[in-house]
């Protein structure tokens, strides 16, 4: 087996057990903790554009851990969080950070949520300086350390 096969089967493996467990975290608290840090990563800037809202929901739809969820529900919670970062940036984020919250210390649902937000941070094929700010931000809501994730 050469390097990139295993390098791709290594990486559809995770893929596969990220499915796994996020779709174990059926809650509301969940799906409005990870549609929250999906909203932050599209405003890390400090807006959000209606570019970058579809590019993030497409991520989101496109994103396989996420199909055991209601796809209506799901966009529902992301839009909610983008209209509140968009109508005024920082409340927005201190109200997505406190849905984040909910979830903090919870192990397995804390790490997949984790999970969720590099990838879609990672979407477009650039992890921006800002966004890597915005994720240390969520990581620290989460009272984790984004350095065990690489950032």
């Known amino acids: 087996m050469s390097f990139f096969d295993k390098l791709r089967a290594s990486a559809n493996s995770a893929v596969a057990d990220l499915k796994g467990r996020v779709s174990r975290f059926n809650n509301s ?3 409005d903790a ?3 840090i999906c ?3 599209a405003g ?3 807006t959000i554009d209606p570019a970058e809202k579809k590019k993030t929901a497409g991520a989101i739809g496109s994103l396989d851990a996420l199909q055991s969820f ?3 529900e799901l966009k529902g ?3 909610k969080h983008c209209s509140a970062i968009i109508e005024d940036s920082d409340f927005g984020q201190v109200n997505a950070l406190r ?4 979830i903090a210390g919870k192990g397995d649902e804390t790490a997949a949520a984790i999970e969720v937000a590099l990838v879609i941070a990672r979407a477009d094929g650039s992890f921006s300086d800002v966004e890597k700010e915005m994720f240390r931000k969520i990581c620290r809501t989460l009272k984790v350390n984004a350095a065990d994730y690489g950032v």
Request: glycine letters at 4%; hydrophobic letters at 65%.
């Open 70 to 72: 209601d796809p209506m």
């Open 44 to 46: 890390a800037d400090g």
């Open 34 to 36: 990870v549609m929250a």
């Open 99 to 102: 849905a984040v919250a909910k």
């Open 29 to 31: 608290n969940f799906k």
């Open 39 to 41: 909203a932050l990563m």
């Open 77 to 79: 919670l992301f839009d």
